[in-house]
């Protein structure tokens, strides 16, 4: 058997699988969208960089709903609030599933993963559980003061090496994550456990990208033996399913054993090892605390850089709101001469609000992730079958003008209540739709959210940020880019960070 006869099985697979769809009687039709090619469907019209950008364009020609076909794969574009609240939210036991690859879930081993688990694993509700415990409003209050040390470290980070702002974020991220999961005091911008996850996160994307792998379209190819001729992606499957059992057990063995030694810093894994109520943990439990701990810094490092991120360039672009947040600040904090704390932040309404247009402005994740059906389903009359793969397209509903009227603008006055208007002109809550849908909504919301305002009141206290200047002091106005993944970022984030005032300088002097 060599490579050619593999495709021509490929090719026959998919037509016979077509053949089938196609025959076999199907109520009703499937919903509108650009019309494909016989074998390979949308293939051709997947759209390489920001494809939230042209799912929202095609929702003028073919409306909320898009369909398309990849091969055999269906798949469906959610571009409107109410089709996403209708399936992903109300119909959530039908719609909370992943979409399944041969390659990464089946022969790299990753089916138990947290992000990919199938939601009707009886491990899935054990997971969920898990993180809500170790990620609630509770349990982000034991974490407080993990938080305010890192954010004066990124606070003595800017200060000292002001225009290196995207790595001192990113830095942070993974200090709090890592801290946060297991108890590790990050080392630098070389620390090893930090380099190994990040590592991993780029096997695991290569791993399980969408259509990189014949096998994932005809899954019958797993079966031929690692020797064959054209089964180079078997000998890649036990190489990457090596590497990502290792970047998986070894922070959390680093925090067993610090557990044992009775040294330890409080964290998720050490708080599920050692629980409140004294049970003692099986092997079972000790297996789905290590692959909830693993998913911590994939859920959390990321999309915390990305925001900040864009918090950084929206301020440069916008030094009134700037200039709000921090009259707030210092009416708060300064006849105290302190930096502020978790528990500051429900008096700081304009910093709350700052991260909820962060949340809008720059969805982190502008298409969320995708979600599966369980079963068929039919809405609007329209069918939408088993294994369907579903995006809610969160850019677009955050840039919808009948919502977020002026959306590209950055206002975060939106969200300030505004006691002369009606509840009903108020402007949808951006956290309902940022973290995702149904029962695989982010259990990290809440962490997140606190870790972000408090970043920011402690970044709004200390500095003032613009945008960047030339030799002469005149502004320079750059073009951003943004990155395309399940994240976006901005690439070229260039802007000026300055201490406000001597007293600034000494708040955070305070600490060296
Ligand atoms: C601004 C920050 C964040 C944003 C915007 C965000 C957004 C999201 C989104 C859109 C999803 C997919 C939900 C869905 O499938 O419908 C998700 C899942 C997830 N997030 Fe977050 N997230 C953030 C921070 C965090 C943090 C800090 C953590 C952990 C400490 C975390 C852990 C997770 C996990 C474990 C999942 C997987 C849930 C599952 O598949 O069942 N996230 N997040």
């Not at 708080?271 to 004294?278: A, C, K, N, Q, V």
């Not at 105290?336 to 704390?341: A, N, V």
């Not at 247009?357 to 982190?364: I, Q, Y």
Request: aromatic fraction near 10%; proline fraction near 7%.
């Amino acid at each position: 058997m060599d490579a050619s006869f593999l495709l021509s099985g490929a090719a026959c697979a998919v037509l016979l699988a077509l053949l089938y769809h196609r025959f076999s009687r199907t109520r009703l039709p499937y919903p509108p969208g650009p019309p494909g090619k016989l074998l390979t469907g949308n293939w051709h019209q997947l759209p390489q960089v920001q494809p939230w950008l042209a799912y929202t364009s095609w929702a003028t020609q073919y409306g909320p709903l898009v369909h398309m076909r990849i091969l055999n794969q269906h798949m469906l574009i959610l571009n409107t609030l109410p089709p996403v609240l209708d399936l992903l939210d109300a119909r959530s036991a039908l719609y909370s599933d992943r979409p399944f690859s041969t390659m990464y879930h089946a022969l790299v081993g990753r089916a138990m993963a947290v992000f990919s688990i199938s939601s009707l694993h009886p491990r899935f509700r054990r997971y969920r559980r898990l993180l809500h415990t170790g990620l609630s409003p509770r349990a982000t209050s034991g974490y407080a003061s993990l938080i305010e040390a890192e954010a004066r470290t990124l606070g003595a980070g800017l200060r000292d090496r002001p225009r290196d702002v995207a790595a001192h974020v990113r830095r942070n991220a993974g200090a709090v994550i890592m801290k946060l999961t297991y108890g590790w005091t990050v080392q630098g911008d070389e620390d090893y456990f930090v380099k190994l996850i990040e590592e991993a996160f780029v096997v695991g994307k290569k791993a399980n990208a969408m259509g990189a792998w014949m096998v994932d379209a005809v899954p019958a190819m797993r079966h031929i033996p690692d020797w064959f001729p054209g089964a180079y992606f078997k000998r890649r499957a036990h190489e990457f399913r090596e590497f990502l059992s290792l970047t998986d057990s070894a922070p959390f063995e680093w925090a067993k054993t610090q557990l044992a030694t009775e040294k330890y810093t409080e964290s998720f894994t050490s708080r599920h090892l050692r629980p409140e109520d004294g049970h003692s943990v099986d092997a079972e439990e000790e297996d789905a605390i290590k692959w909830c701990s693993a998913a911590l810094y994939v859920g959390g490092a990321d999309t915390t850089v990305s925001a900040l991120t864009s918090f950084f360039y929206a301020m440069s672009l916008y030094p009134d709101v700037q200039k709000r947040a921090q009259a707030e600040l210092d009416a708060l904090l300064s006849s105290e001469h302190r930096l502020p704390r978790v528990a500051d932040l429900p008096y700081l309404p304009h910093t709350q609000a700052i991260v909820k247009e962060v949340l809008r402005w720059a969805p982190v994740a502008p298409l969320g992730l995708p979600h599966c059906l369980t079963d068929n389903d039919t809405y609007m009359d329209y069918s939408i079958p088993k294994g369907t793969v579903v995006f809610a397209n969160i850019w677009a509903i955050m840039h919808d003008p009948e919502r977020y009227p002026d959306p590209f603008r950055f206002d975060p006055e939106r969200f300030i209540p505004d006691p002369s208007k009606s509840a009903i002109s108020e402007q949808p809550d951006p956290r309902k739709f940022a973290f995702g849908f149904g029962r695989r909504i982010c259990p990290g919301a809440h962490f997140a959210e606190t870790s972000l305002q408090l970043n920011i009141a402690t970044i709004l206290t200390l500095f003032d940020i613009s945008k960047p200047t030339d030799d002469e002091g005149r502004e320079i106005e750059s073009e951003v880019e943004w990155s395309t993944g399940v994240t976006t970022h901005i690439l070229n984030l260039a802007c000026d960070v300055k201490l406000r005032s001597p007293e600034a300088a000494a708040l955070l002097a305070q600490d060296d």
